[in-house]
Structures are given as C-alpha cells and as structure tokens.
T-cell receptor, first 111, second 116 residues
Framework: DAKTTQPPSMDCAEGRAANLPCNHS???????VYWYRQIHSQGPQYIIH???NNETNEMASLIITEDRKSSTLILPHATLRDTAVYYC????????????FGAGTILRVKS | GAVVSQHPSWVICKSGTSVKIECRSL??????MFWYRQFPKQSLMLMAT?????????EQGVEKDKFLINHASLTLSTLTVTSAHPEDSSFYIC????????????FGEGSRLTVL
C-alpha cells in the first residue's frame, strides 16, 4: 500500500472548518483514499473514502486532487468532540485487504 | 455503519496468566477480521489477520504462539494473550470489513489489558 504523509498536529477553532491535508504521491490507480479518526481510548471510526472524485457524507468532505497525489479531509463546522487523531490511509479496496495506520494528525478543536 | 463489539473492554490480570479477548460482528458476517495493538501515544500496529475457518496470518515480529487467534465462526474472532507479562499491557483493537463493495473496515471499541 502507498505511504501517506500527514502533519503531526493541527489546531482549529470551534465552529470553523478543519482542513486536514494528506500527501500520497505514490498512490496506485486502484488504491482508494480512506480517512479514519480515533478519539482517545476508543477504536478508530470510519469517516469517508474515495477513489478520484470528491466525496461528501454527513461527517465530512473529501477533496482529492486531479493527479490523486494528495487529498484534504474537511470537517465543515468543527466541534470540541472532533478532537481526535485523524488517519489518512491508501489501500486497495478488496475483501481481506488489511489497513495499515501511519502516525496520523492530532486535531485539537479549541473553543 | 456496521457494528463490531469487543469484550471485555478492560481487563487486569496477573503475570503468567492467559487472557482471551472476543471480537464480534453484530450485524454482518466477517470472513476476515484484523487484530491491532496500540501502545500509549502511538499509532495502531497490525498484529494479525484472522480468517474464518483457517489459520491466522501474523505480521512480522508478532509471536503466533504468544497471541493465539481463533476465528471459528463468521461473527466471532478471539485473541488469547498467553502467559501474559507486563510488557503485553496494551490497547487491543479488532476490526472487520463491513462494506460489501467498498472495503471499509469497522472497528471495535478496544480492549485495554493491564498485566500486573
């Protein structure tokens, strides 16, 4: 699976949009971009994923650049409960394919 | 989304004893589950892939005789930490694939093991 690079930490004001970047310059054509987050002492939570088109769900939006070498996760109105470690992972979406976590980005939402 | 449940959520045991952690997919069947370990302030480390009806596949450096994995049914995988020692104290997390065609994995709540 392709390696990803994320900033170690970011701060965001409550109510503002949080934009979390991820670089995946070696991504292959059949690899998806997945985002998970982990709130302290809990299991990771699936957020969103995409292949090449931008995606949006009730939690977040995912913007993938045209060359697919980077992406941005957007939390439109961050709340204190969004404080967590956010992981960007690229992998092939196949049954049984494992998920390998990097260091992630610690997002701190402040009031 | 799909629900994955772990039990127990926390356990304290004496050094030298064995501890079993269960991972269940509550509303779907999972032929494959994954076990992770996480030490404080570190990322999740994949330990092994649990396959229903066959032997687990362990990641490099993970002792298969130390961490016994059994995936006897499509909804249950168990991780047994044998002869536990204080260095085995960690947060153990399982996951299972919940999406049909998209491959997203859903995670349990985690099980915190403390070995005294």
């Amino acid at each position: 699976d392709a390696k990803t690079t994320q900033p170690p930490s970011m701060d965001c004001a409550e109510g503002r949009a949080a934009n979390l970047p991820c670089n995946h310059s070696t991504i292959s054509g059949n690899e998806y971009v997945y985002w998970y987050r982990q709130i302290h002492s809990q299991g990771p939570q699936y957020i969103i994923h995409g292949l090449k088109n931008n995606e949006t769900n009730e939690m977040a939006s995912l913007i993938i650049t045209e060359d697919r070498k980077s992406s941005t996760l957007i939390l439109p109105h961050a709340t204190l409960r969004d404080t967590a470690v956010y992981y960007c992972i690229v992998r092939v979406a196949q049954t049984g394919n494992k998920l390998v976590f990097g260091a992630g980005t610690i997002l701190r939402v402040k009031s | 989304g799909a629900v994955v449940s772990q039990h127990p959520s926390w356990v304290i045991c004496k050094s030298g004893t064995s501890v079993k952690i269960e991972c269940r997919s509550l509303d779907f069947q999972a032929t494959t589950m994954f076990w992770y370990r996480q030490f404080p302030k570190q990322s999740l480390m994949l330990m092994a892939t649990s396959n229903e009806g066959s032997k687990a596949t362990y990641e490099q450096g993970v002792e298969k005789d130390k961490f016994l994995i059994n995936h006897a049914s499509l909804t249950l995988s168990t991780l047994t930490v044998t002869s536990a020692h204080p260095e085995d104290s960690s947060f153990y997390i399982c996951s299972a694939r919940g999406g049909v065609n998209t491959g997203e994995l859903f995670f349990g709540e985690g099980s915190r093991l403390t070995v005294l």
